[in-house]
């Protein structure tokens, strides 16, 4: 039952029960958690992965490259923006040991093939994406701090949620007990 009294559970109150501060409490520690937990975890998180992304992972290093092909033009159309990274081409490149690979990179839209691109391996030579490209970094940044707002925020719901069953079954069983101690006397008087 609500009622229209605000703030009812901060007042004085013979009446007021110890679950109903409880319910408060939560109440004001789930408002905290919503209003300025869940922005804080998602700015920092963020602000994490774009600092975690300016050095590439260990062991990945840079090479020359090699189109074979001439470039595609930059997409258009629906869901692609200006400012993408590059479109993939592929690349030839020799490693250190001799052995020349092939594979698709990211080159500027309509590069001729024969351009030189700057491509990045992983410890097992393997052809990685640009590690430190700062569109990349802000999407992550973005994606990453977006997840950990909406985790918090359901984590802080989750914890509302589960403190309400707790405290209605409290009540629930409170009230039960008081039922059993007073219920027979007052059947007594009514009848009598």
């Known amino acids: 039952m609500r009622t229209t009294v605000r703030f009812w559970r901060w007042r004085r109150n013979p009446l007021k029960r110890g679950t109903d501060r409880a319910e408060a409490w939560s109440a004001a520690l789930l408002s905290v958690m919503l209003f300025a937990g869940a922005p804080a975890a998602g700015v920092a998180t963020g602000l994490g992965v774009a600092a975690a992304a300016s050095d ?3 062991g990945w290093h840079t090479t020359a490259a090699v189109q074979t092909q001439k ?3 930059a997409p258009t159309g629906f869901g692609y923006a200006d400012g993408l990274p590059g479109v993939r081409s592929p690349v030839r490149w020799t490693t ?11 080159v500027s839209p309509g590069s001729p093939a024969g351009s030189r691109v700057t491509v990045w ?5 393997s052809l990685r994406d640009n590690p430190v490209d700062p569109t990349l970094v802000r999407a992550r940044g973005v994606a990453y701090g977006t997840c950990a707002a909406t985790a918090t ?4 719901g989750g914890a509302w949620a589960g403190t309400r ?4 079954r409290r009540r629930a069983a409170d009230l ?9 006397q007052w059947g007594t008087a009514a009848r009598g």
């Open 71 to 73: 470039a595609p033009p």
């Open 176 to 184: 039960d007990r008081e039922w059993a101690r007073i219920g027979p």
């Open 153 to 156: 925020a359901l984590l802080a």
């Open 121 to 125: 391996l992983d410890r097992t030579g």
């Open 165 to 168: 069953r707790y405290l209605d």
């Open 96 to 106: 250190s040991d001799g052995h020349t690979h092939t594979g698709q990179a990211l």
């Open 56 to 58: 590439p992972p260990a």
